[in-house]
């Protein structure tokens, strides 16, 4: 794991999402350059350890990062049996809105330009957030990311400077990131990251998801 820097401020947070409340970690460096909001896949929470590692990397480029769980507690917890809700994404790309519309409103980050970093089905959501409100985003990471889910006609509203990051040994995943990739209207790219599978778990992959991430991120986020 890479250090946290010293200049960083962490704070829990609570994210107005209609009549709830949703949990979060706020990470702001001094001078921050910009903000990421980070979208976890089905069945995870704000505290991926995967997200946590590329959230110190953006950090120590002088990025603020939102790390924030999708459902409530009661809501994960009915999720764990009937699994519903993990896959409705366009409830999730909502909660992405309502938790960009927060950033957009607090002194901390009012100024900052903002990006998404979506995982798995959180990507998914993610691009679903982007093309139905395009004004609230300027760039998006997709890790391993289902960007199919999304829907042919949705992909192709999404302008935003899309990175698609997708494993070498992730066969499925690469297939329909290809495919997503042809739908995208705006700026866009696809890495396969030799020798990674679709959670990115073998030595070295993820460090070079955050490094990648971060050069997307610093050349349309700031």
Known sequence: MNPVPT??????????AGTVQLHGDLNIPDAAQGVVIFAHGSGSSRHSPRNRY????????GFATLLMDL?????????QS???????LPFLAERLVNATHWLAQIPETQ??????????TGAGAALIATAHHPQVVSALVSRGGRPDLAGQATLGLVKTP????????????????????????GPKQ???????????????TLE???????EWFKQYLT
């Open 7 to 16: 200049n960083l401020s962490t704070q829990s947070v609570q994210i107005p």
């Open 54 to 61: 590329v959230t110190d990397v953006l950090n120590r480029a």
């Open 71 to 79: 459902l409530t507690e009661e809501e994960a917890e009915v999720d």
């Open 82 to 88: 009937t699994g519903h809700l993990r896959f409705d």
């Open 111 to 120: 100024f900052l330009q903002r990006g998404y970093f979506g995982a798995s």
């Open 162 to 185: 899309t990175l698609l990051l997708v494993g070498g040994d992730d066969t499925d995943g690469i297939t329909m990131n290809q495919t997503a990739l042809e739908y995208l209207a």
């Open 190 to 204: 696809l890495n396969i990251i030799p020798g990674a599978t679709h959670l990115f778990s073998e030595p070295g």
């Open 208 to 214: 070079e998801v955050a490094k990648q991430a971060r």
